[in-house]
């Protein structure tokens, strides 16, 4: 269908409720509250950069080759050319330029933002301070909604997170029952969250106000919903709200977290004035359930039965692992001088063989002669 002239020139509008939506959209990456999102922003600055460093030349190249060269331009065209190596060159040498800046950006950046590595500084020109201990959250994905866990504080909560600006905190991360993402955008990167393991996250927000985080990884039919509230408050302000949740809190015992435990959607906020002292490491161990046994404790009875726990002989021709903090055992390990010959505990060779024998024999490069396994009711057989 074709549009009359008055309805063209009014179809540009029809897209400005489009770009006023989009304008009310909330960019919480580009929009950073902690330093680690601000560091991962400059990456994303540094690195869009660099690539426009290419892309940028090529799209007005396309418009000035078919501008110059078009019938009639002012262009030359010499139909026997094939090379030419200046232009090879900056065709060649700049990209390979930005893979290598990219690269190198890449590497540091995978070192310095380690979500397992402590914090260097709080703040751009604010180095940590290696006295003050992190803060530690201790994190439960569950379906369909998280929980913190405050072991310093003495309280939970369900779908809030409160933290003191200026304060690193450690992230302690885990799953109940499938593989989460643990994700504040304002604050950090994605950590994923898994069943029986136990992930870390070093982040620090600055800047007071209040934010949303949620799960980036589709678990289930609660999915959409599993979000909560992040909130970053001063020293004064945290010290108020733990006090608030230990005054009208309940008690987050082993029923109570079973029962928290079940599959539910859209629940809402919660807080726990007090927190059974070991529900942490037995979701982590998965052995939240009265009588059932613990993951490290069936790991250390395996261990312990396969010879492998420490003080525990173990089964022949195997070598216990080095006390803590003792250099490895193995040869590999040790420089030659300290290696001691043992005896030879290998087969001898067969008589004749010149592998052995002969080194320079020609059979050690004559592989026309095979001796094929012998089959099932048949004797052994050459092939020459």
């Not at 010499?78 to 800046?101: G, M, N, Q």
């Amino acid at each position: 269908m074709r549009l009359s002239l008055p309805s063209a020139r009014l179809a540009p509008l029809l897209l400005v409720p489009l770009l006023g939506l989009l304008a009310g959209c909330e960019r919480a990456v580009l929009d950073p509250a902690g330093d680690v999102a601000l560091q991962q922003r400059n990456i994303i600055y540094v690195s869009t950069g660099l690539m426009l460093l290419i892309i940028v030349p090529v799209l007005i190249l396309i418009v000035v080759f078919a501008w110059r060269y078009r019938k009639g331009g002012q262009g030359t065209y010499d139909p026997h050319f094939d090379h030419s190596t200046s232009l090879e060159l900056v065709i060649w040498s700049a990209p390979l330029l930005i893979i290598i800046a990219l690269g190198a950006l890449t590497w540091s950046s995978t070192h310095l933002l380690d979500p397992f590595r402590p914090l260097d500084r709080i703040a751009a020109g604010k180095p940590a301070d290696p006295a003050v201990a992190p803060m530690r959250v201790q994190v439960v994905a569950m379906d369909w909604k998280w929980l913190f866990i405050y072991p310093e504080q003495g309280v939970a909560t369900v779908n809030e997170l409160v933290l003191p600006v200026d304060r690193q905190v450690r992230f302690d991360i885990t799953s109940t029952n499938m593989m989460n993402t643990f994700y504040a955008p304002t604050m950090a990167g994605m950590i994923y969250a898994m069943p029986g393991m136990q992930s870390q996250l070093h982040a620090v927000l600055n800047r007071p106000g209040e934010y949303e985080g949620f799960s980036a990884n589709y678990s289930g039919a609660g999915f959409s919903d599993m979000r909560f509230k992040l909130r970053g408050v001063d020293q004064a302000g945290f010290d108020r709200w733990v006090a608030e949740a230990k005054a009208g809190g309940g008690s987050l015992q082993t029923a109570e977290y079973l029962a928290l435990e079940k599959p539910s959607e859209k629940v809402p906020v919660a807080r726990f004035a007090a927190v059974a002292p070991d529900l942490f490491d037995r979701v982590l161990n998965r052995c939240v359930v009265p009588g059932t046994p613990c993951m490290r404790d069936v790991m250390a009875h395996d261990g312990h039965r396969m010879g492998g726990a420490l003080g525990a002989a173990p089964p022949p021709g195997r070598v216990t692992p080095p006390p803590h903090g003792a250099p490895p055992e193995g040869a590999l390990f040790k420089h030659p001088h300290e290696i001691t010959p043992g005896p030879n505990v290998t087969k001898p060779p067969a008589p004749g063989t010149p592998g052995v024998t002969k080194p320079d024999s020609p059979k050690n490069r004559d592989l026309s002669f095979l001796d094929l396994p012998a089959r099932s009711g048949a004797p052994g057989r050459a092939l020459s």
